[in-house]
């Protein structure tokens, strides 16, 4: 029956080792890792001779059925996710988004919209405005549903941003929660104004959404939120990384012990704007995400600092709109929803990217795609791994074989696909979604309704030697300091 699965003479890749072995899976669950496994009766039998099984990949950054900027994401929890699986991701985390200001009936919302989930998922929430009553709301969400991430919008003004007050309110919270502070990281006052100044110069095509909002921006903000983490003393998570700007910050203070994590995404990794701003509206509007897609060079240092640690797992911020809802800003480029697609595509481009290139090796391919994510919200080794007693949330990768990229053959609902033609080494030729073979041979067979909710428990290991630098901190208050000499 399809409840018993035997994966036969694969390399099972983990985060830390690899080794040939075969991979047994009853009800969903791995059962044992081993090598010579006998082949039970009435099993689903898969030979991965010559090709490397992996836990399949998390995406730490994803936004289904979202609304925003007036519209709502093409891809929900359906679609989104049966791309996913059609390119070897199993697991993703999305965004809830308050509804009214709360956190409860933005949840209850979201736990409608996954009701049709093919695949696992969890939640980081999204905080659109700071209150007394969100802060509330904040300690049920980690005490009762399972969520352990805050993200903050220092970009968005008028609509999402917050100041640097509330940012640190924000923060403190989360710190007493045991819950991580994450922040989309842009200067939202300077945008404002390079926005207005692109306006003002006649400049209202997609190059102007570039032009407005540079990465001397994100670096500005992304070095202000990790020193009022500093600041506060809680660890911060920098979310869609993408420039060198912001990339150094983080390297900077990762190095003084700082317990800052920072997330590139794909589209960051692989694309730079050279060409990207093409004259045709809809051709360059595609690839209108904030913050944007920056100039050549930034793409390869991202890639480099992945590569040496600096950066720690690769999301996608995927978050998709057809043509005619990026058309909404043929005017004018401030309406142009943003977002990007990527769900599909990431387990492909960063093995191409990163892997076949010869920067990585599988091993960190599997860390940087799956394992750091599970690490990180504190789901590993559920999620995450080939060991026994693991979900059965695996792939199957033919190195040699090699795929493409196209909207006439991508399963997300967008009409466009901003990696359009793109080849490379490797393919996901199977997708195991909780001990179920849901891709193969081309053939997407997904379950609507199978998915389950992940919850997240409090991120206790990330907080350890917090409480001894707080303690370090009051006693110097106390302590008696000299501060001036009397002159007389
Ligand atoms: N950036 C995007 O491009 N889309 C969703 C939200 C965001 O910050
Ligand atoms: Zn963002
Ligand atoms: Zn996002």
Redo the contacts with the bound molecule.
Sequence with gaps: SSSKLLIKGGTVVNAHHQQIADVYVEDGIIVAVQPNIKVPDDVTLLDATGKYVMPGGIDPHT?LAME?MGTETIDDYFSGQAAALAGGTTMHIDFVIPVNGSLVAGFEAYEKKAKKSCMDYGFHMAITKWDESVSREMEIMVKEKGINSFKFFMAYKGSLMINDELLLQGFERCKSLGALAMV?AENGDAVFEGQKRMIELGITGPEGHALSRPAVLEGEATARAIRLAKFVNTPLYVVHVMSIDAMEEIAKARKSGQKVIGEPVVSGLVLNDSGLWDPEFITAAKYV??PPIREAGHDKALQAALSTGVLQLVGT?H?VFNSTQKAFGIDDFRKIP???NGIEERMHLVWDTMVESGQISVTDYVRITSTECARIFNIYPRKGAILAGSDADIIIFNPNSSFEISASSHHSRTDTNIYEGRKGKGKVEVTIVGGRVVWKDDELKVVPGCGKYIEMPPLSYLFNGIDKADAKYRSSLKAPVKRFKSTS
């Design positions: 936004h925003f989309h995400m904030s911020d978050c943003n977002g990007v």
